[in-house]
Structure formats: C-alpha cells, structure tokens
C-alpha cells in the first residue's frame, strides 16, 4: 500500500510553474516532524530540493532558492511545492518525504520535464 502519493508534475515549458502535492493515504503515517522534496534525474543520485517542520520553518536547496516554495498542512498531513521559474535542468523525478522519529516514508515520484 503506497502510503504517500504525489501528484501535479507534468511537462512544462521553461520559465513555466508547476505544483506539486503530496499526501498521506494512510493514518499509519503519523507523528511527522517534517515533510520534504527530493528529486532525482537521469543518471544522477537523489538529491534534497526543499523541507519544512512542524514548525513552519524552511529550508531550500541553492539551486532553488527564491523559485521553489514548499508548504505543509499538518492537520491535513500533506505537503506542496510551488516551483516557479523553471529550468530545464529542474527537470527529475520529485518525491515527497516525511521524517519520523522511527522511520521515513517516501513516495514513489512524480516526473517532471521542463522542455520547450
């Protein structure tokens, strides 16, 4: 049973926003400090894009920085990513992460290809 599912990536054009979301299917997933993105292109390693806390606090990757916006719903238990600005090179396969004390959960990705 997926326990996180993605949604919202796609193809778009450079300079163009997508939005993505991430949601909790299961109530098994509880107790999440943060929720984060990663993203992984081809032929390249996994790599962190955004985080937040319970807490609102935030942290972005460089190479996203003030294009990017990551934004959480506890109650909800879903995190989103607004990218803005996009660039060819942003183009990946992005999952959602949540961290618990015990364990991590992960999605299974959604692509994203930035392309004119």
């Known amino acids: 049973q997926r326990q996180l599912v993605e949604s919202g990536g796609g193809l778009v054009q450079p300079g163009g926003s997508l939005r993505l979301s991430c949601a909790a299917t299961?109530?098994?997933?509880?107790?999440?400090?943060?929720r984060g993105w990663f993203r992984q292109a081809p032929g390249k390693q996994r790599e962190f894009v955004a985080v937040?806390?319970?807490?609102?606090?935030?942290n972005y990757a460089e190479s996203v920085k003030g294009r990017f916006t990551i934004s959480a719903d506890n109650d909800k238990n879903t995190v989103d990513l607004h990218m803005d600005r996009l660039k060819p090179e942003d183009t990946a396969v992005y999952y959602c992460r949540y961290y618990n004390r015990k364990t991590d959960y992960w999605g299974e990705g959604t692509q994203v290809t930035v392309s004119s």
């Open positions: 299961s109530a098994t997933v509880s107790n999440i400090y943060a």
């Open positions: 937040i806390n319970s807490g609102g606090n935030t």
